[in-house]
């Protein structure tokens, strides 16, 4: 029941953005400017409930779906998160259920999560020095120590674990050196990722991006050459080895866009699907699914045998005021 759409790329991943609330206020993602104490986030009701999510996916896996991935928000931030993916589990036990998460409240969580089935675990930590990740994130409470421990845990635990580091000109790039290092040391591999136009409230700015082969010449100016490793095709990151054989990723959006392979459907923490990090568009799942369910598989066929999108490759020709959805609404 294969459905492609209109540059033959299927649907494999579905990322779902279990709320929109966070810990953290990453100047990238939440600005506290936007996201302040006055911030009105969605109540329980607007969010779909853990059966609507495991009947969703339930209506994907005939499509040919492999992957999901939990995200926020930070998704730890939502209760009881380990039933959903047991639901997940019992689906199928090939699939492929990830969780994207900040870090710093999943020592706590994780024994539940892999014993629910939990395929692996993806952390943000965008600096090793606690004062620039403190800044970044906005917060004042978590120490990037925090976040390197739940790292250790995972490999203590035998959890595969890989970490996310947003790379941002003049705020972190003096960081990139401390995290690979720092990743070494723990034996798990980071993507470096380029500073993305998601959304409306980060102020992107094209000058601020620090790109893929900027920070490989970075890593290179210590470790020497870095030779490219060949992934499979419809991975975000791809991957370099340095002399010592560690591998690390870099995910360029910005300069090396990925769209012609993008095989992912987003879900936004209140219902919404988007077929593009970047789309204006979306469509509204949540009615679909609590007023006639039994629409679902045709609802989706039809968004996705339209879509078209290809933001990434042709970003100078958009209006710089689209109105794209925020990183923390459907999730990265």
Request: glycine share 4%; hydrophobic share 35%; aromatic share 8%.
């Given at each position: 029941m294969t459905v492609l759409d209109m540059l033959q790329r299927p649907i494999e991943d579905i990322r779902i953005s279990l709320t929109d609330k966070c810990n953290f206020r990453c100047t990238y993602c939440m600005p506290k400017s936007v996201?302040?104490?006055?911030?009105?986030?969605?109540?329980?009701?607007?969010?779909?409930?853990?059966?609507?999510?495991?009947?969703?996916?339930?209506?994907?896996?005939?499509?040919?779906l492999k992957k999901v991935r939990l995200t926020g928000g930070e998704p730890l931030l939502r209760k009881d998160i380990e039933h959903l993916v047991?639901?997940?589990?019992?689906?199928?036990?090939?699939?492929?259920?990830?969780?994207?998460?900040?870090?710093?409240?999943?020592?706590?969580?994780?024994p539940k999560l892999v014993n629910a089935g939990l395929s692996r675990v993806t952390i943000s930590l965008d600096a090793v020095e606690n004062e620039i990740f403190q800044s970044m994130a906005d917060n004042q409470i978590?120490?990037?120590?925090?976040?390197?421990?739940?790292i250790a845990f995972c490999k203590q635990n035998n959890v595969p674990a890989k970490v996310n580091a947003v790379i941002r000109k003049g705020v972190n790039e003096h960081q990139i050196?401390?995290?690979?290092?720092?990743?070494?040391?723990?034996?798990?591999?980071?993507r470096f990722i380029e500073f993305m136009d998601v959304g409306q409230t980060n102020n992107w700015n094209l000058d601020e991006v620090i790109t893929g082969a900027e920070i490989r010449k970075i890593i290179s100016?210590?470790?020497?050459?870095?030779?490219?490793?060949?992934?499979?095709?419809?991975a975000v990151a791809r991957q370099w080895k340095l002399a010592n054989d560690y591998v690390f990723g870099c995910i360029e959006s910005v300069s090396e866009p990925f769209?012609?392979?993008?095989?992912?459907?987003?879900?936004?923490?209140?219902?919404?699907?988007?077929?593009?990090?970047?789309?204006?568009?979306?469509?509204?799942?949540?009615?679909?699914?609590?007023?006639?369910?039994s629409d679902v598989q045709t609802f989706i066929s039809s968004i996705w045998s339209?879509?078209?999108?290809?933001?990434?490759?042709?970003?100078?020709?958009?209006?710089?005021?689209?109105?794209?959805?925020e990183m923390s609404f459907i999730g990265g």
């Open positions: 996201y302040g104490r006055e911030y009105k986030f969605l109540p329980r009701s607007e969010l779909l409930n853990f059966e609507e999510l495991r009947f969703l996916v339930q209506e994907l896996l005939p499509f040919g047991h639901l997940f589990r019992e689906l199928s036990d090939d699939l492929d259920i990830a969780m994207t998460t900040n870090g710093v409240l999943l020592k706590q969580a994780l978590f120490s990037s120590q925090d976040v390197l421990d739940s050196l401390p995290l690979i290092k720092a990743m070494m040391d723990l034996d798990v591999e980071i100016s210590e470790f020497g050459e870095c030779q490219q490793v060949q992934t499979k095709p419809s769209c012609s392979t993008c095989s992912r459907l987003r879900l936004s923490a209140n219902g919404r699907l988007y077929t593009c990090l970047f789309s204006e568009e979306h469509h509204d799942i949540k009615n679909v699914i609590r007023t006639t369910p339209k879509r078209r999108d290809r933001y990434s490759e042709l970003r100078a020709n958009f209006d710089a005021q689209q109105k794209k959805p």
